[in-house]
Every structure is written in C-alpha cells, then in structure tokens.
C-alpha cells in the first residue's frame, strides 16, 4: 500500500480523506469517478470494510473513505463519518473531478465556490460548512454538448495517459517535504 506522508497530512490536519466517483462497474472508467480512480492509484492494495455507506479502512493516522452513496448524496457518508470521529470539516479533504481546470492538473483548496458540483454541494449541505480542503482533480470541459454525458462518459485514452501522469505526479508530491498548490504534468 502507498502511503502519503504524514507530515503533508499534519500539515493540513486532515483526518480523513474523502475520493469521490460513482460506484459499480458503469462509472469505473468516466471522467465523475477522477477521486476513486486516484485513491485506487495512491492504495492499490486497500483493504476496506463497509462503513458509513463506503468502502471505508483506516491509513496510517487517516481514514480513507469512497462513498458508495453516489455522487449526489456523498454528504451521507462524509458527514456519518465527521460525526462519529467528531471532525470538524476543516479536518477533512475531499478530492473529485473539476470541469474547471483542464485534463493534466490539480489544484489543492480550501473551501471556494462549488462550481455546480453536487457531490460537494451535498457535502457542504450535510456538514452545514464548505471548510473541508479540496482536491480538485482536472477533467477538462467539453467544448460541445451536455456536461452530465461529458462527466459520466469514460477518459479517452490519450486522456487516460495524461490522468495516469498526473496521478504519478500527484503521489511524489503528496509523498514530497514541500507540495505545490497546483500541479500540471507539464511543470
């Protein structure tokens, strides 16, 4: 198993960390499920119990947590979860796709705008807070056409590589003394 340092985790004070996607086999590969495709790259080996309507485990001195709840309702599970472990949001972080920034980068936050994205509006709305860090993972936006059949269609694969180079970098980063705000793969 990967493990991300914890001085990156002390840091932030992050006790738990939330990757967001839809479950089941349909979802696996779209562009929605960037945060479980990431946690399934930075802990290739987990082993996880159902708990909090997730695939939940412990990781070090932080809880790793894919909602299986559905985008639209990740606010269940991430607020169960606060609640049990008494977490304030400003101990969580939260890492999904971003229409926003283009395929190839991520920008680390806290708080901000929620851009229409209703796996954190559910969270903000659950957790009464929108004070949780942010990892957003970028998926680029369509040029043409509806942005729900854009999110839940699947990576091409020459956007498949670019994802897999940005997890790549993303792990020496987490893993790193001194991390960046904004990663893209051409840096």
């Not at 979860?81 to 304030?88: E, L, R």
């Not at 400003?90 to 936050?109: C, F, M, S, W, Y």
């Amino acid at each position: 198993m990967t493990a991300i340092s914890p001085l990156w985790i002390l840091t932030l004070m992050i006790r738990m960390l939330v990757f967001l996607g839809n479950p089941g086999k349909d979802y696996t590969a779209t562009r929605h499920n960037a945060g479980f495709r990431l946690c399934d790259y930075l802990y290739p080996d987990a082993s996880y119990q159902m708990k909090f309507h997730s695939q939940f485990m412990k990781a070090g001195n932080v809880y790793v947590m894919k909602p299986m709840t559905f985008m639209n309702l990740s606010g269940t599970a991430v607020s169960e979860a606060a609640s049990f472990y008494h977490m304030a949001p400003e101990e969580i972080l939260v890492v999904h796709d971003d229409l926003e920034l283009p395929i190839g980068k991520a920008r680390l936050q806290k708080g901000g705008g929620l851009q229409g994205h209703n796996g954190l509006r559910s969270i903000k709305e659950r957790l009464g807070s929108s004070d949780f860090f942010r990892l957003r993972i970028g998926i680029g936006r369509p040029e043409h056409g509806d942005v729900r059949l854009y999110v839940t269609a699947p990576f091409r694969k020459d956007e498949m590589i670019v994802m897999d180079q940005l997890f790549t970098r993303l792990r020496d980063i987490l893993e790193a003394p001194d991390k960046p705000a904004e990663v893209d793969i051409n840096d």
